[in-house]
């Protein structure tokens, strides 16, 4: 098994910045890739970004593209997600993912097994 835990988030104002961070522990060689997903209220779980644990290549959605940066720590078995420029609809829950299957890096939740409870991000106008 595959154990994932969230750490950081909290309360900033828009155009602040915060880091979050994933660890993780257990059977840590079977790691294709990880993810960071958010999730709003009344709203879908969404795909935020992801790194490929072998090659580092990264994958991000528009709205973050040059406010966020994910970086992985393969010796650590760490992830961060530094976010910067908040915005009030970065808002949500912040979960971290780790996929075992290699291949494409998915943009999916139901390609990712292992899930950390999630860390709240608030963003404030």
């Known amino acids: 098994q595959l154990q994932v835990v969230e750490s950081g988030g909290g309360l900033v104002q828009a155009g602040n910045s915060l880091r979050v961070s994933c660890a993780l522990s257990g059977r840590t060689m079977i790691t294709e890739a990880v993810a960071w997903f958010r999730q709003a209220p009344g709203r879908e779980r969404e795909f935020v970004t992801a790194?490929?644990?072998?090659?580092?290549?990264?994958y991000y959605i528009d709205s973050v593209k040059g406010r966020f940066t994910i970086a992985r720590d393969n010796a650590e078995n760490t992830v961060t997600l530094q976010m910067n420029n908040l915005k009030p609809e970065d808002t949500a829950v912040y979960y971290c993912?780790?996929?075992?299957?290699?291949?494409?890096?998915?943009?999916?939740?139901?390609?990712?097994?292992?899930w950390g409870r999630g860390t709240q991000v608030t963003v404030s106008s």
């Open positions: 790194v490929k644990w072998r090659g580092g290549t990264t």
């Open positions: 993912a780790a996929s075992s299957l290699a291949g494409v890096v998915a943009r999916v939740p139901e390609r990712y097994r292992y």
